[in-house]
């Protein structure tokens, strides 16, 4: 399943990627479940979980402005228009895995985006993604861990003051 999943991630990063060059340069024949059926026809009998990448694609593309606005406090020195196309859409698939696809490790999810980075973006491009993914999950990590200080110190506080 792992490998499957590897695979399913290759061809939702290739459908994203030519969604947003399709539609960048104004195609108007663009239609997105069209493209998602041929790049799965183009793997037939290779990728058994087809709902993965349709939910992957259709995820990212549906919650995109919201993946950015996350994204940008995170790499505010890097525009998030100015992110190379790819990387841009590899840290989308990421933040849309580590978000809404609870049931993927988080580390996982952050080594196969790296493994996509490695395999179709930049010199840099998987220390970058990796360097925005890690920050992601450590401050999650800590707004999750926040309340359960929070709790601990008001207990502490109150039997203190019996």
Known sequence: ????????RVI?????YEQE?????DDKKFNLDDVI??????YKGMVEDTDFVEQLVKGVNSKASELDSKLQPVAPEW???QISRMD??????????LTYLSDIPTKVVINEAVELAKAFGGDNSSKFI?????????NKLESEDQPAKTKTAATKTKKASQ
């Open 1 to 8: 399943m792992a490998s499957n999943r590897h695979l399913g």
């Open 12 to 16: 939702a990063f290739q459908t994203l």
């Open 21 to 25: 060059f399709r539609v960048d340069a």
């Open 37 to 42: 059926k041929r790049n799965l026809n183009r």
């Open 79 to 81: 525009p998030i228009d």
């Open 88 to 97: 841009r859409i590899i840290l989308r698939m990421g933040l849309y895995e």
């Open 130 to 138: 990796n360097g925005v993914l890690g920050t992601i999950y450590k």
